[in-house]
């Protein structure tokens, strides 16, 4: 990506984004792929940067481990496997094995449903591979703790078996001496030591001469001297001596691992890249945690259209401070690419354009962005910027010359690709002289179809906003009440300066400002207070409309609960009817279980038993139930042609009818929720709830039926 001027990334605090990118990576690799971020214009390869992120973003969110633990900085060792003749020591051995094992490791982590959910990640390891001959080539000769193996060569385990036993020998002898010493009262309180790699007793330095031996040397206070026995003189040349043959031997055993290893040099290598690359991605995801980051949709054409987008240094600044930070939502595209700001100074006009020119930087450099996902936007070609005082003391120009200079540029290379940023557009000269300038170099702009935004305090470019075809207005949100600014952008029209609002905000004596006032020309002062009451009366409509939406959102709440509950009561009802239903056909089913065996037992008694007679009876009372059913049935009806039901709660002396067997009754005794009704001679004990109180028909009514 082309950018004008050459300190424009800084300007837009890109650096600072790259440092904070930086301090994430853990290895020498990541950093310097954060350290060499580049700006891309293809937009396939900055949808896979961005997937990359995204997935792995998604990863440290639902906690899944990914094998990269290993920080692993290996080009030193990469680079002596490429060298003939080169040794690498057991310690950088053992670091290669880490280096295939986390290989390993990530190749297992795509497996066959993880390929497709993580498929920008598992392109980073695509062309690869794990070998597994590297790692059972170093086990081979290395343990654990990446010392060479006894079996590593026959010749090296005769040298190790020979070196046990002569040290051995050397320690009987020396324990013997030292029993010795011990006796005659020579030795110091250390007893003994290595000095030169040899083993040596202490002694009292007045002894010294009693002891034969080589004296290696005396302690600072020259109080305690350090003497290797005459006896074990011989058999440590021959520890030493069997020492130097295994060290050459494991050179050797090291030499021809090296070269067994370095054929496989270019997949290490390829490795370490990989390795480096996830810890640059795993980078960007976290930054992407940091600045509340997300993918937002490209689009194949140049387009911006930025839902609550923030600036991701004042977000973190205000986090810092616990403070609020104010989205902002900017929609360029082929009809409206120009967009000019206005509004009171400290209002927020300058961030606004850095936001949405440090967002286009970050997206184009592959990193996720803080806006919100529905965002849209498309690639550009080249950005360029002019922000505050551009006086350059080297060429002799002054603010406004240089400001003129860079706005020729903007107009010689600017095309539909181009995305400028333009702050102050026409200050440092006479405000109608500048004003119309500014104009002409904004129709240039409009013309060649390049994509930006404006900031000014001209009326005439609020005014020329709505003239010129692609070119709007915005201002940006400020409280008269409290004459503090909101923050926030107001697209599709012009904003106030505030001057008059300000300056009585920080105390200026009345009188001034009222001679201020009649010295700025009639129409001018009236089109500022139309656009500050303009400025106002909208904020009291998105208030209310706020407002509105909030009354919605809870209509549709209680709504949808209603919904809910009408839902669940309906099931509950369909619920207690299959219940029913089916407890009436279960008592059903048991009654005719009950005498299907009660028949066939009858059945089996008959065949059984001579008395006959017996069995018959049997059988009647068994089916007496359905002769009882029938006499009650026959009841009911002469109980229903001689009294009338006529409800009511029942007392006692009332005449109540039993509503499970249909006979009629005197109510005698009320027990709590039981009844006691005389029926001719019995008194029998019912539910309350079961009695229903009736009178007696008149004779001609009943004699007539």
Partial sequence: MKYFPDSALVQLEFDKIRNLLEEHCKTELGKQMAGDLRLHTHIDYVKAALQQAHEYKQLLLLQEHFPNDYILNLKSELRLLNI?????????????RKLAESMHSIVRFFDHDRRVTYSALFEVIKDTYYEKKI???????????????????????????????????????????????TKLGYLADIEEAFLNGRRVVAIFAENKRMVKGILHGESDTRRTAFLEPEETIE???????????????????????????????????????????????????????????????LVPHAQLHLVEAYHPLLLLYNRRNSKPTVPISVTLDKNHHILVISGPNAGGKTVTLKTVGLIQLM??????????????????????????????????????????????????????????????????????????????????????????????????????????KGIMNAAMGFDEETLLPLYKLLVGKPGSSYTFAIAQRIGLPKPLIERARKLVDEDHFRLDKLLNK???????????????????????????????????????????????????????INYLKDMERKMKQIVIEWKRTDDKQKVVKQAEALLF????????????????????????????????????NGQVGKLIEIRDKRAIVQLGKIPINVKLNDLVVVKEKPKEKAEAK
């Fill in 84 to 96: 003939q003749g080169a040794v690498l020591t057991g310690d950088q051995f053992m670091l290669l």
């Fill in 135 to 181: 790692t059972a080539l170093i086990d081979e000769v290395l343990d654990e703790n990446g010392q060479v193996r006894d079996n590593a060569t026959p010749e090296l385990a005769k040298i190790r078996m020979s070196l046990y036993r002569k040290r051995n020998e050397v320690r009987r002898a020396f324990d013997r001496i030292l029993q010795k010493l």
């Fill in 235 to 297: 058999l440590n040349n021959d520890v030493f001596a069997l020492e130097r043959e295994e060290n050459k031997e494991i050179y050797k055993i090291l030499r021809t691992l090296t070269a067994a290893v370095s054929k496989h040099s270019v997949l290490l290598e390829g490795y370490h890249n990989i390795l480096g690359t996830f810890d640059f991605i795993r980078a960007k995801a976290r930054l992407a945690l940091d600045i509340n980051g997300n993918f937002p949709m």
């Fill in 363 to 468: 997206l184009q450099a592959g990193l996720l962005i803080p806006v919100h996902p529905t965002s849209q936007i498309g690639i550009f070609k080249q950005l360029m910027i002019h922000i505050g005082d551009t006086q350059s003391i080297e060429f002799e120009l002054s603010t406004y010359s240089s400001h003129l200079k860079n706005m020729k540029h903007f107009m010689e290379e600017a095309n539909g690709k181009t995305l400028f940023f333009i702050d102050e557009l026409g200050s440092g000269s006479d405000p109608n002289l500048g004003g119309a300038f500014a104009e002409v170099i904004m129709e240039e702009l409009a013309r060649k179809h390049a994509f930006g935004i404006v900031t000014t305090h001209y009326l005439n470019l609020k005014v020329m906003a709505n003239k010129v």
């Fill in 534 to 588: 303009a400025e106002q009366d909208l904020q009291k409509v998105e208030a209310k409309e706020k407002e509105l939406q909030k009354l919605l959102r809870e209509n549709e709440r209680l709504k949808r609960e209603y919904e809910t509950l009408a839902d669940k009561e309906r099931k509950h009802q369909q619920v207690t009817l299959l219940k029913l239903q089916n407890k009436i056909r279960e008592d059903e």
């Fill in 625 to 660: 139930k359905k002769k009882e059913k029938a006499i009650n049935e026959k009841m009911e009806k002469k109980v229903q042609d001689r009294f009338q039901e006529i409800g009511g709660a029942a007392k006692l002396g009332d005449q109540v009818k039993i509503i499970s």
